[in-house]
């Protein structure tokens, strides 16, 4: 298959960033395969390749926001089929902590970012990847896979922010900083689900 392989660090992707053929990933009991149809960039995606705040695994492909079509799946797997249209859940965690049994998993000590801290080569900018089962959710036929993508990982922070940690409630005026960043354009958009009065800064 081809993939995005980085096999060093550097401050100008162009210069080390390479498509290449690797070898599809190997199947475990519990994971699904998935043929990916869109991606989006994320933040982490650079520091990854620039090695900064932390070295990640290399070599390494990059992307945590994924949206595909299942593939195959393994043999422990029992609530995604083949054909499944499915987005990533790019939180890997140990599920069984106080943390993550309390549904605090971003506060798990065993935490990692799928296609930031995964690896070597295991990430999404790649024709097929996969992710454990619990790691990935259907998508309704209206949602289109580019819209996915792009709502994967910021959706998900915006939420626990908002929602989860301040436990926003309607009439409420929240401000959001950095408005036009990803996470700052879906905070916006769950404030007004939750019919609050919304502040943002750029």
């Not at 060093?8 to 599809?24: G, H």
């Not at 999404?124 to 259907?138: R, S």
Request: aromatic share 8%; with cysteine.
């Amino acid at each position: 298959m081809k993939a995005a392989v980085f096999s060093e660090y550097s401050k100008d992707p162009a210069k080390v960033v390479k498509i290449l053929d690797v070898d599809p990933p190997k199947l475990k009991s519990n994971e699904v395969m998935i043929k990916v149809e869109s991606d989006a960039f994320n933040y982490n995606d650079l520091w990854g390749v620039w090695g900064e705040p932390i070295k990640i695994p290399l070599p390494h492909i990059s992307g945590t926001d994924i949206a595909g079509t299942v593939t195959e799946i393994g043999s422990g797997v029992t609530t995604i089929k083949v054909g499944d249209r499915v987005v990533s859940h790019a939180n890997l965690s140990c599920r069984t902590c106080y943390y993550c049994t309390s549904g605090r998993e971003y506060d798990c000590s065993n935490r990692l970012v799928w296609g930031f801290q995964t690896g070597p080569l295991w990430g999404g900018f790649a024709q097929i990847t996969k992710l454990p089962e619990v790691n990935v959710v259907k998508l309704p036929n209206d949602v289109s896979y580019n819209d996915a993508a792009a709502i994967a990982m910021v959706g998900l922070t915006s939420w626990h922010m908002l929602v989860g940690r301040a436990k926003i409630v309607p009439g409420q005026t929240v401000l959001i900083m950095g408005g036009t960043s990803g996470v700052g354009m879906v905070g916006i958009q769950i404030a007004k689900l939750y019919n609050c009065n919304v502040i943002a800064t750029a």
